[in-house]
């Protein structure tokens, strides 16, 4: 291992993901803009409030309301550091330009750490560097890079306890209490990180660990580890709504459409589930696993570098890294099963890409070994080969495919939230601070400062009582609007109760007519 590489990897990346900052100059869609606005409010001093409802399920009772009651905080954490820094969204930025750009370092590590030669180390931190999807998100203050961070440290702490390095049967307490801390950093990261935390403790059962009491020992560190990060944030959710954990995700489960997020008035069950009926039940469950499966096969794998992944992690369970691999494949089963068959309609929107984020530096880790496996198959029968040199030819050649094919996906998918770049301009139309409902509720506040409010996934009626319970007085309809609205949309003098008072491109600006 060469730490020389280290150095010009962490310039090139840094350098390399200053681009993708410097062509995001605010929020570009709307998790972005939560982030970022209750980040904000942190650093304001606002605390763990924010003035936006964005989502119903909770019954949220009005703004301001307790921030982080469905996404978890680590992001905003993060913005809000930035913005201490730099009082901007630039500042926002740092924190997530530093993760993205040194994380080739960690696919470095990891590829070191699993056998590599010093030419796939270097080629799996210029696969990560590539960024493929993720590349238009890193950037952002969402989760990708963080969880991209703490999830695969956490896998990678988790495999020398596995028996993936010869030192496993003498590994310190600290080494334990990491991987509960890693843990905690995904859970506050993403709802879904705590499934490191479940593959942790399985972890624990290997055989290198032989007693029933160094494994008793291992699992409570472990615990503890997590419990010291986490308990701040579970006595935080105590006092404000009574449990650890807020209960509003677990109704994604039962959801028969993915829009019915944006419900009101609603609740979602058991009951509510079954009544859709078994044959749309698994049918649902089959698209979420053909869709889990497209997300690994394009997302992950980049599409053309799927076969070198698994080819990769093949070979290195053959030489006998299983300890290494044992928790990142059982992170992949759980968290395709969890996405795909558990939480499906969230998990096909956008979850499932979200978690994969920890993956990403693995998986390019695995490319070069199957390259080079791919290469030696091909030489055994083109006896002028010369395998050595073509592994690093062909591995260079890949790299550049997925560097071309990451700056297409970041020009071409990297597109802001067009309505939302307008909302600046809609703002002097409106009296000051009247609470609005709108598609992006998070990004208008962002824009605006005003009480934003989501437009409820619902019939017109019950978008105005909504509007009524929460004395909101202005809607802005822009086309990626509910599916219940269209018809308002089509016909803005439809309503009694909607006055129609200015337009501006595809966006349609009324003013409610309260009692």
């Given at each position: 291992?060469?730490?020389?590489?280290?150095?010009?990897?962490?310039?090139?990346?840094?350098?390399?993901?200053?681009?993708?900052?410097?062509?995001?100059?605010?929020?570009?869609?709307?998790?972005?803009?939560?982030?970022?606005?209750?980040?904000?409010?942190?650093?304001?001093?606002?605390?763990?409030?924010?003035?936006?409802?964005?989502?119903?399920?909770?019954?949220?009772?009005?703004?301001?309301?307790?921030?982080?009651?469905?996404?978890?905080?680590?992001?905003?954490?993060?913005?809000?550091?930035?913005?201490?820094?730099?009082?901007?969204?630039?500042?926002?930025?740092?924190?997530?330009?530093?993760?993205?750009?040194?994380?080739p370092l960690l696919s470095y590590h990891i590829s070191h750490k699993l056998g590599g030669e010093r030419w796939q180390n270097i080629a799996a931190a210029l696969f990560t560097l590539s960024g493929g999807f993720f590349l238009p998100n890193w950037n952002q203050p969402e989760t990708f890079a963080p969880f991209a961070w703490a999830g695969a440290v956490c896998l990678l702490l988790m495999g020398q306890l596995a028996g993936g390095s010869e030192q496993s049967s003498r590994l310190t307490p600290?080494?334990?209490?990491?991987?509960?801390?890693?843990?905690?950093?995904?859970?506050?990261?993403?709802?879904?990180?705590?499934?490191?935390?479940?593959?942790?403790?399985?972890?624990?059962?290997?055989?290198?660990?032989?007693?029933?009491?160094?494994?008793?020992?291992?699992?409570?560190?472990?615990?503890?580890?997590?419990?010291?990060?986490?308990?701040?944030?579970f006595s935080h959710n105590l006092r404000v709504s009574g449990g650890i954990l807020p209960t509003t995700g677990t109704q994604t489960i039962f959801l028969t459409d993915y829009d019915d997020l944006f419900a009101y008035g609603r609740t979602f069950d058991l009951n509510h589930y079954l009544a859709w009926g078994i044959s749309n039940i698994v049918r649902s469950k089959l698209m979420g696993m053909w869709q889990g499966l497209q997300t690994f096969i394009t997302v992950n794998g980049l599409i053309?570098?799927?076969?070198?992944?698994?080819?990769?992690?093949?070979?290195?369970?053959?030489?006998?890294?299983?300890?290494?691999?044992?928790?990142?494949?059982?992170?992949?089963?759980?968290?395709?099963?969890?996405?795909?068959?558990?939480?499906?309609?969230?998990?096909?929107?956008?979850?499932?890409?979200?978690?994969?984020?920890?993956?990403?530096?693995?998986?390019?880790?695995?490319?070069?070994?199957?390259?080079?496996?791919?290469?030696?198959?091909?030489?055994?029968?083109?006896?002028?080969?010369?395998?050595?040199?073509?592994?690093?030819?062909?591995?260079?050649?890949?790299?550049?495919?997925?560097?071309?094919?990451?700056?297409?996906?970041?020009?071409?998918?990297?597109?802001?939230?067009?309505?939302?770049?307008?909302?600046?301009?809609?703002?002097?139309?409106?009296?000051?601070?009247?609470?609005?409902?709108?598609?992006?509720?998070?990004?208008?506040?962002?824009?605006?400062?005003?009480?934003?409010?989501?437009?409820?996934?619902?019939?017109?009626?019950?978008?105005?009582?909504?509007?009524?319970?929460?004395?909101?007085?202005?809607?802005?309809?822009?086309?990626?609007?509910?599916?219940?609205?269209?018809?308002?949309?089509?016909?803005?003098?439809?309503?009694?109760?909607?006055?129609?008072?200015?337009?501006?491109?595809?966006?349609?600006?009324?003013?409610?007519?309260?009692?």
């Open positions: 291992m060469k730490y020389k590489d280290y150095l010009w990897l962490a310039i090139v990346g840094l350098l390399f993901q200053g681009i993708w900052l410097l062509l995001r100059p605010q929020p570009a869609y709307m998790d972005a803009y939560y982030y970022a606005s209750n980040g904000q409010r942190l650093a304001e001093g606002h605390g763990w409030t924010e003035m936006v409802i964005w989502q119903y399920l909770d019954d949220p009772q009005g703004v301001p309301a307790p921030s982080h009651s469905y996404w978890m905080p680590l992001s905003s954490l993060l913005a809000a550091a930035g913005y201490l820094v730099l009082p901007s969204f630039r500042g926002m930025q740092l924190p997530f330009w530093l993760l993205t750009g040194l994380l600290q080494h334990s209490l990491l991987i509960g801390l890693f843990a905690a950093l995904a859970h506050l990261t993403r709802a879904d990180g705590v499934l490191l935390l479940g593959i942790a403790i399985l972890i624990t059962l290997t055989p290198k660990l032989e007693t029933s009491t160094s494994k008793l020992k291992t699992n409570f560190l472990i615990i503890l580890g997590y419990l010291l990060l986490m308990s701040p944030w053309f570098l799927t076969p070198f992944v698994l080819l990769g992690g093949w070979v290195r369970w053959r030489e006998g890294k299983q300890g290494w691999l044992r928790p990142l494949l059982l992170y992949t089963l759980f968290l395709y099963a969890a996405m795909s068959l558990v939480f499906t309609f969230p998990g096909e929107r956008g979850g499932l890409f979200h978690s994969a984020a920890a993956l990403w530096p693995w998986f390019m880790a695995l490319v070069p070994v199957g390259i080079g496996w791919g290469v030696e198959w091909l030489a055994q029968r083109l006896p002028h080969w010369q395998p050595e040199r073509a592994k690093r030819l062909f591995t260079g050649l890949f790299i550049g495919v997925a560097l071309v094919m990451s700056l297409a996906l970041g020009l071409t998918r990297g597109s802001v939230d067009a309505a939302a770049q307008l909302y600046p301009e809609i703002a002097p139309l409106l009296p000051d601070g009247v609470a609005v409902m709108v598609g992006n509720a998070p990004g208008f506040y962002y824009h605006t400062g005003y009480p934003a409010y989501s437009i409820p996934n619902e019939p017109i009626e019950t978008m105005l009582a909504a509007a009524a319970r929460y004395h909101i007085t202005y809607l802005i309809l822009d086309e990626n609007h509910p599916r219940p609205l269209a018809v308002l949309y089509q016909n803005p003098a439809l309503h009694p109760d909607l006055d129609l008072i200015g337009t501006m491109e595809t966006i349609q600006i009324y003013q409610i007519r309260q009692d």
